[in-house]
């Protein structure tokens, strides 16, 4: 029950369910009391004045002609639900029933002055049993006159407006339920899209906004800051993107002529002093031509939608290839590579797919010692195809792990080796787009990347 509760979809439907609840059982026990209270101040009313017409006859003809009048009634009763009795001074009962004065009425009360006093008690079950309202009057001579109605007309009538009130309670129990549900779901599916937007967008697809239906309330205005937001960063990203991509560009082509120029002056250049420091500068500039033809596919990657109409590729195959290039390099290094590879089917682009085996096969090669082993390993697992590459290199510290796929960033103790610092870069922007999710962990020794994309 605690993960259910801490839902806020879940909090709202018991909200609104308990809120019904409450208002129909303070509306149901209010018309039960004010029912109840009607009904006894009716009956009280009928009792008082028939007590009345006792007490006068009482004083007009005397106690004989009160206590022949409560027979007679009693013999002959107009009213089934009638009760009279005449208690003498001791507390017996003269005519009438019960048999004794009930214990709760008391003549010694006030100023000694004779007083009547209501009473409810419930009738021996001798004498019919059932709830009594009676009105006991003392008289001058000490006896208790009552005057009485049993009340069974009553409590039937209240016995069958409780349960009624319980069966709509239930009736109220399930239509709050219901009414909370159908709140519960309307909010989260106003969130719903919001979320899926949100996701949408962080998969890549920055031009898709969050819908609105202009009703101005709290859910539009707040798709309205999120596109507003959107907006904003689509612009950054597009001025960022357009800077890079005119750098790269604008760099490239005197990166590209220095080279050329550099190579003609190796090899017109006849001292062979002179050629070590060509060959390191010409190094240097195809480590620069690299860097920016890298970026560049980036930023293209980067700005590409992902699509849901994408041909189906035979990842099997691509890695593979990837996997066959890269045997020759892994050797020369004293690297064996290990294929673990099995048949798997996703939809993407292929050639974006073989750049991302071939720069994980790279890193994994360009970090692992002499003698160790790289297995590029792939399978269909369920609705997503893994594949992943694993080494027995130094690996990286977990709290490095996420910045690595940064832009640029290089560790210090992989400064000296060749190389961007955009290859998982490029991988991540790869993953991303074909919509999968990537992974560094540990090999112990070494590292493990593990890429998950849908399955085709």
Same mark, same amino acid.
């Not at 709050?176 to 996701?199: C, H, N, P, Q, T």
């Not at 031009?207 to 507003?228: C, E, K, P, Y």
């Not at 082509?253 to 190796?266: H, I, Q």
């Not at 590579?337 to 993407?348: Q, Y």
């Given at each position: 029950?605690?993960?259910?509760?801490?839902?806020?979809?879940?909090?709202?439907?018991?909200?609104?369910?308990?809120?019904?609840?409450?208002?129909?059982?303070?509306?149901?026990?209010?018309?039960?009391?004010?029912?109840?209270?009607?009904?006894?101040?009716?009956?009280?009313?009928?009792?008082?004045?028939?007590?009345?017409?006792?007490?006068?006859?009482?004083?007009?003809?005397?106690?004989?002609? !009160? %206590?022949?009048?409560? /027979?007679?009634? @009693? &013999?002959?009763?107009?009213? $089934?639900? #009638?009760?009279? =009795? +005449?208690?003498?001074?001791?507390?017996?009962?003269?005519?009438?029933?019960?048999?004794?004065?009930?214990?709760?009425?008391?003549?010694?009360?006030?100023?000694?002055?004779?007083?009547?006093?209501?009473?409810?008690?419930?009738?021996?079950?001798?004498?019919?049993?059932?709830?009594?309202?009676?009105?006991?009057?003392?008289?001058?001579?000490?006896?208790?006159?009552?005057?009485?109605?049993?009340?069974?007309?009553?409590?039937?009538? !209240? %016995?069958?407006?409780? /349960?009624?009130? @319980? &069966?709509?309670?239930?009736? $109220?129990? #399930?239509?709050? =339920? +219901?009414?909370?549900?159908?709140?519960?779901?309307?909010?989260?599916?106003?969130?719903?899209?919001?979320?899926?937007?949100?996701?949408?967008?962080?998969?890549?697809?920055?031009?898709?906004?969050?819908?609105?239906?202009?009703?101005?309330?709290?859910?539009?205005?707040?798709?309205?800051?999120?596109?507003?937001?959107?907006?904003?960063?689509?612009?950054?990203?597009?001025?960022?993107?357009?800077?890079?991509?005119?750098?790269?560009?604008?760099?490239?082509?005197?990166?590209?002529? @220095?080279?050329?120029?550099?190579?003609?002056?190796?090899?017109?250049?006849?001292?062979?002093?002179?050629?070590?420091?060509?060959?390191?500068?010409i190094a240097e500039t195809d480590q620069l031509l690299q860097s920016f033809a890298a970026l560049l596919r980036l930023a293209r990657i980067e700005a590409q939608t992902p699509a849901d109409d994408q041909p189906e590729v035979d990842l099997h195959a691509v890695a593979r290839d990837a996997l066959e290039l890269y045997v020759p390099i892994a050797a020369e290094r004293g690297i064996a590579l290990r294929d673990a590879t099995g048949p798997a089917r996703v939809r993407g682009d292929a050639d974006q797919l073989f750049q991302l085996a071939t720069n994980l096969l790279d890193n994994a090669i360009k970090f692992s010692d002499a003698g160790g082993e790289v297995v590029l390993g792939l399978a269909a697992?369920?609705?997503?195809?893994?594949?992943?590459?694993?080494?027995?290199?130094?690996?990286?510290?977990?709290?490095?792990?996420?910045?690595?796929?940064?832009?640029?960033?290089?560790?210090?103790?992989?400064?000296?080796?060749?190389?961007?610092?955009?290859?998982?870069?490029?991988?991540?922007?790869?993953?991303?787009?074909?919509?999968?999710?990537?992974?560094?962990?540990?090999?112990?020794?070494?590292?493990?990347?593990?890429?998950?994309?849908?399955?085709?």
């Amino acid at each position: 029950m605690t993960p259910l509760l801490r839902s806020t979809s879940a909090r709202l439907a018991l909200s609104v369910a308990a809120a019904f609840l409450v208002a129909f059982a303070l509306l149901g026990g209010g018309v039960y009391f004010a029912v109840s209270a009607l009904l006894a101040g009716d009956a009280r009313q009928v009792v008082s004045a028939d007590g009345a017409g006792l007490v006068e006859l009482y004083r007009d003809d005397g106690a004989g002609a !009160l %206590a022949a009048e409560l /027979r007679a009634r @009693l &013999a002959h009763p107009n009213d $089934a639900d #009638a009760v009279y =009795a +005449l208690f003498d001074p001791g507390g017996a009962a003269i005519v009438g029933a019960p048999a004794r004065l009930p214990p709760r009425h008391d003549k010694a009360a006030g100023d000694g002055t004779l007083h009547g006093r209501w009473l409810e008690f419930r009738m021996p079950a001798v004498d019919g049993g059932g709830r009594v309202v009676a009105w006991m009057q003392p008289l001058p001579d000490g006896s208790v006159l009552m005057a009485g109605l049993k009340m069974r007309s009553t409590d039937r009538f !209240l %016995a069958v407006m409780q /349960r009624t009130a @319980l &069966a709509a309670l239930l009736v $109220a129990a #399930a239509l709050g =339920a +219901l009414v909370g549900f159908s709140a519960a779901r309307w909010v989260s599916r106003r969130l719903r899209g919001l979320d899926e937007a949100a996701g949408r967008v962080a998969a890549g697809e920055l031009g898709l906004r969050a819908s609105i239906d202009g009703s101005d309330d709290a859910f539009d205005r707040v798709s309205l800051r999120f596109n507003t937001m959107l907006d904003r960063i689509e612009d950054l990203l597009d001025g960022v993107r357009h800077a890079t991509d005119h750098i790269a560009h604008d760099l490239r082509t005197p990166l590209t002529r @220095l080279r050329n120029r550099l190579e003609l002056l190796r090899e017109g250049d006849g001292r062979g002093a002179a050629t070590p420091a060509l060959d390191a500068a010409i190094a240097e500039t195809d480590q620069l031509l690299q860097s920016f033809a890298a970026l560049l596919r980036l930023a293209r990657i980067e700005a590409q939608t992902p699509a849901d109409d994408q041909p189906e590729v035979d990842l099997h195959a691509v890695a593979r290839d990837a996997l066959e290039l890269y045997v020759p390099i892994a050797a020369e290094r004293g690297i064996a590579l290990r294929d673990a590879t099995g048949p798997a089917r996703v939809r993407g682009d292929a050639d974006q797919l073989f750049q991302l085996a071939t720069n994980l096969l790279d890193n994994a090669i360009k970090f692992s010692d002499a003698g160790g082993e790289v297995v590029l390993g792939l399978a269909a697992e369920g609705d997503e195809v893994r594949l992943e590459v694993a080494d027995r290199g130094p690996g990286i510290a977990p709290g490095d792990r996420m910045r690595v796929l940064d832009r640029f960033v290089r560790l210090e103790a992989h400064r000296g080796t060749p190389g961007t610092g955009l290859g998982l870069s490029l991988a991540r922007a790869i993953v991303l787009h074909h919509r999968g999710a990537l992974e560094l962990a540990d090999n112990a020794p070494g590292l493990r990347v593990i890429v998950r994309l849908p399955s085709a």
